[in-house]
């Protein structure tokens, strides 16, 4: 076990000259006896202080924001920089290939593919798409971008194929 000594220094300016008059006329003892309350009441203020530092939860300062996040605020109060994210407004599409979702009340609700921007401090920005509830997939924008095209050369495709009666 280890000690640690801590010395206390009394700075006696802001003492009144009746109460430094009282403290002069202190036998040696019992300013010794002072002396030991005083180092025990600073070493169990100390520990007080110790603890309440050690289970405190320090938060992070706020960040800036890209300009489309739909927060704002720099993402205040939280623990760990992965929680300052930001994301924007999603945007969905109905998918009728997917059967739709039975929901708890008995309805249904469509399947969905949902896209939107997410990025996060010193993390290049992305664009998360999702099916419904399953895990998404995260593009660069430009595999956005390239992606996006993909999408649009094969509706074409398919559209075209349907039309010729193929």
Not at 31 to 56: G, N, P, V, Y
Not at 83 to 108: H, K, L, M, R
Not at 124 to 129: D, F, G, R
């Amino acid at each position: 076990m280890s000690t640690t000594t801590t010395n206390i220094t009394i700075d006696f300016d802001d003492v009144s000259d009746e109460d430094r008059a009282l403290i002069d006329s202190l036998t040696p003892a019992e300013l010794e006896d002072a002396r030991q309350f005083a180092s025990a009441a600073a070493e169990m203020c100390l520990t007080r202080i110790a603890r309440a530092k050690a289970t405190e939860i320090r938060t992070l300062p706020p960040v800036d924001c890209a300009p489309w996040c739909v927060d704002h605020d720099g993402h205040p109060g939280v623990t760990h920089q992965v929680d300052q994210w930001c994301g924007s407004d999603a945007q969905t599409v109905n998918v009728s290939y997917y059967p739709a979702v039975e929901q708890t009340d008995g309805s249904y609700i469509p399947e969905r593919v949902t896209v939107f921007g997410m990025c996060r401090p010193s993390m290049q920005a992305w664009v998360q798409v999702t099916l419904g509830d399953l895990e998404g997939v995260q593009l660069t924008p430009d595999e956005a971008r390239e992606l996006a095209q993909a999408l649009l050369v094969f509706a074409e495709v398919v559209t075209t194929d349907e039309a010729a009666g193929s």
